[in-house]
């Protein structure tokens, strides 16, 4: 396309805009990000592919050749683990946990951001912020305390030991994140249904939540992945191997076959193939759920 313009001397000066110049003027100014994204990607790419292929190797090859294809492939590293019943059990308990834990924190949360986002009451933010002050503690400092809790409440080796904890510790962030969303919802529309004979709770149940599902969706996928990785908690209070999660039995695994690094590699992606497809399969929800409250007008 030709842009002519004149000078006042009635000369005329054309000047070229093309769309292919523009699209290369756009690549310029994008290609630094593009190249940092890359390497970004790859950093938490080559380690993952890596393991991947440790895994088809036996440990002589990994001596032999660290970096180099499998030759020849060997799948009885994998096959051996997924055709054990310790494996499967280890990952039943994870998600018994997590999605215990999931549903303790959200329901919770939800009726306590509700509280907090739609009621005036008096010591309101002072009791907000009472919550929020939980983000600043690890649950390191409270491990001797919580244990000895635990242990008088006889929830040792039992799921609700690390169930109710992990709850407890994932309130913070699950009330901070709901209440921003819930005040974003408009007050004519809890009014409408109020004059529709709605009370609080029915406004909660029928109307609130309904709309909120981008929210609740974040917040449950960051309850699943956080217990799913729970190390220490579960290492705090099962001491039978009944209860053992995914975490748990990485370790033990790794102190059994110490010597064998193609078997721990193959263990260590079949742990962490589940966390993945869930957070693929919710990677969409949970930036949707992240965005909403900034989109809202």
């Known amino acids: 396309m030709s842009v002519v313009k004149t000078d006042r001397a009635g000369h005329g000066r054309t000047r070229e805009t093309s769309g292919a110049g523009r699209t290369a003027r756009r690549t310029g100014r994008t290609f630094p990000l593009h190249l940092l994204l890359a390497a970004v990607g790859a950093v938490m790419g080559v380690p993952l592919v890596y393991a991947v292929l440790s895994g088809f190797k036996s440990t002589d090859q990994l001596s032999r050749n660290p970096i180099g294809l499998p030759d020849p492939w060997i799948t009885s590293n994998y096959t051996d683990i997924l055709g054990s019943g310790s494996f499967w059990q280890l990952v039943g308990s994870s998600t018994l946990i997590a999605a215990g834990t999931t549903a303790v924190v959200v329901a919770v949360s939800a009726l306590a951001a509700f509280s907090f986002a739609r009621f005036a009451f008096r010591g309101r933010e002072m009791l907000f912020t009472l919550f929020t002050m939980g983000l600043m503690f690890p649950f390191a400092v409270a491990a001797l305390p919580l244990f000895l809790l635990l242990r008088s409440m006889g929830l040792l080796d039992n799921p609700l030991g690390v169930i109710l904890p992990q709850a407890a510790f ?79 039995g990485v370790q033990q695994f790794q102190g059994q076959y110490s010597a064998e690094y193609a078997r721990v590699f193959a263990y260590l992606v079949l742990a962490m193939v589940p966390a993945l497809a869930f957070y693929a399969v919710a990677e969409r929800q949970l930036v949707g759920g992240l965005t909403a409250g900034a989109t809202k007008g």
Do not use: H, K
């Open 170 to 248: 994932g309130l913070p962030m699950t009330i901070v994140i709901l209440r921003g969303f819930f005040r974003e919802i408009p007050a004519e529309l809890e009014e409408a249904a109020t004059l529709d004979g709605c009370g609080p709770l029915g406004f909660f149940w029928r109307i609130l939540l309904p709309m909120a599902r981008p929210a609740l969706g974040t917040v449950s996928v960051l309850a699943v992945v956080g217990s799913w990785n729970n190390f220490l908690l579960p290492l705090l209070v099962f001491n039978e191997p009944t209860w053992w999660t995914i975490p748990i």
